[in-house]
């Protein structure tokens, strides 16, 4: 009997079930679909569904709200983004699901009541939790009560089980790391490439150090970790910004603020105030150590 040759059986198309690549259609805000954002967002639709607890859900994939009329009374709104940057999938960067969950008021929910977007046409303040997960060499879970501190979890393997592994993340108030994608830097505002200049050619000290994955949960992961400041400023080329207010920028705000950082829009009001206007509006977005926004905030009031 002849034997299959090991590199004949290791053939991605056997392993992978050939889960790279894009899906073929695009999402509301016009990404690309990989096949993996699709996935993702059906499994997360899927365990909202099956939770009992959820009433909407808002889907970076979907463009209407979710109703799950079959739980009239449950009390949750959910927000997600199943896959965040998933443009890194085919390239094994890190990506990761970012959440956030609203408490609906008692008087729109029971039987034959209607739920619709405008319920979650609300700001990231009213939030009672958020989170995200980040899927790298280890996986990671992020998350956050109102008010309360910010926990990190890191999953044990060998346990099946997400260890407290970060307990009360705090962000340092100054840290020299900027993350922001420089590939936009034309299409910048005149204070905020002065801002950005101004770390990379101080007046005095070093200069800082560029750290840019393009995945936000990465890149915000690090800030919490390391400190310093990300940032996908609005701008000509995206005059409201790239990421969305309810599924990326709010509990990415919640998240640093309970760290003891903060996050402001690109008119530096503060990111967790932000009523969007749609269910997949978009903001500029600024977040990170407290004096290296503040640092932004200098900056920009130079010029308004
Ligand atoms: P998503 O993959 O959920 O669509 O989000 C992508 C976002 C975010 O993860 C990242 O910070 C940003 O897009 C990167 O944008 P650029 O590639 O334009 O830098
Ligand atoms: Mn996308
Ligand atoms: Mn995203
Ligand atoms: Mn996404």
Same mark, same amino acid.
């Given at each position: 009997?002849?034997?299959?040759?090991?590199?004949?059986?290791?053939?991605?198309?056997?392993?992978?079930?050939?889960?790279?690549?894009?899906?073929?259609?695009?999402?509301?805000?016009?990404?690309?679909?990989?096949?993996?954002?699709?996935?993702?967002?059906?499994?997360?639709?899927?365990?909202?569904?099956?939770?009992?607890?959820?009433?909407?859900?808002? *889907?970076?994939?979907?463009?209407?709200?979710?109703?799950?009329?079959?739980?009239?009374?449950?009390?949750?709104?959910?927000? =997600? %983004?199943?896959? %965040?940057? *998933?443009?890194?999938?085919?390239?094994?960067?890190?990506?990761?699901?970012?959440?956030?969950?609203?408490?609906?008021?008692?008087?729109?929910? !029971?039987?034959?009541?209607?739920?619709?977007?405008?319920?979650?046409?609300?700001?990231?303040?009213?939030?009672?939790?958020?989170?995200?997960?980040? #899927?790298?060499?280890?996986? /990671?879970?992020?998350?956050?009560?109102?008010?309360?501190?910010? /926990?990190?979890?890191?999953?044990?393997? @060998?346990? !099946?089980?997400?260890?407290?592994?970060?307990?009360?993340?705090?962000?340092?108030?100054?840290?020299?790391?900027? @993350?922001?994608?420089?590939?936009?830097? @034309? #299409?910048?505002?005149?204070? =905020?490439?002065?801002?950005?200049?101004?770390?990379?050619?101080?007046?005095?000290?070093?200069?800082?150090?560029?750290?840019?994955?393009? *995945?936000?949960?990465?890149?915000?992961?690090?800030?919490?970790?390391?400190?310093?400041?990300?940032?996908?400023?609005?701008?000509?080329?995206?005059?409201?910004?790239?990421?969305?207010?309810?599924?990326?920028?709010?509990?990415?705000?919640?998240?640093?603020?309970?760290?003891?950082?903060?996050?402001?829009? *690109?008119?530096?009001?503060?990111?967790?105030?932000?009523?969007?206007?749609?269910?997949?509006?978009?903001?500029?977005?600024?977040?990170?150590?407290?004096?290296?926004? /503040?640092?932004?905030?200098?900056? #920009?009031?130079?010029?308004?």
């Amino acid at each position: 009997m002849t034997k299959t040759p090991v590199h004949r059986l290791l053939h991605p198309t056997r392993l992978l079930i050939n889960l790279t690549g894009l899906a073929g259609s695009s999402n509301t805000t016009g990404d690309d679909q990989k096949k993996l954002d699709v996935i993702g967002n059906d499994i997360f639709v899927s365990a909202m569904r099956g939770s009992g607890k959820c009433r909407i859900l808002v *889907s970076e994939e979907e463009e209407e709200v979710i109703k799950f009329d079959e739980h009239p009374n449950a009390r949750y709104a959910v927000v =997600c %983004d199943p896959i %965040d940057g *998933s443009s890194n999938l085919d390239a094994g960067v890190s990506v990761g699901t970012i959440f956030g969950i609203f408490q609906l008021p008692d008087e729109i929910l !029971g039987a034959g009541k209607t739920v619709g977007p405008e319920a979650l046409l609300l700001p990231g303040t009213q939030m009672v939790a958020a989170g995200f997960t980040m #899927y790298g060499a280890s996986a /990671q879970l992020v998350i956050t009560m109102r008010g309360g501190g910010v /926990q990190g979890f890191t999953l044990e393997n @060998s346990l !099946g089980e997400f260890i407290l592994t970060h307990p009360n993340m705090q962000l340092p108030p100054k840290r020299s790391i900027y @993350s922001v994608n420089e590939g936009n830097s @034309s #299409y910048w505002d005149k204070w =905020c490439t002065e801002y950005f200049h101004s770390l990379k050619f101080p007046a005095e000290g070093k200069p800082y150090s560029a750290r840019y994955i393009g *995945s936000m949960v990465a890149d915000a992961y690090r800030t919490l970790l390391y400190g310093g400041i990300f940032a996908y400023p609005a701008d000509s080329k995206t005059p409201k910004g790239k990421l969305r207010i309810l599924y990326e920028c709010a509990p990415m705000a919640m998240l640093f603020e309970n760290a003891g950082g903060m996050a402001v829009n *690109s008119r530096m009001e503060r990111l967790l105030s932000v009523v969007p206007e749609s269910i997949h509006d978009r903001s500029g977005v600024f977040l990170g150590s407290k004096d290296e926004v /503040q640092k932004v905030i200098d900056t #920009y009031n130079k010029y308004h």
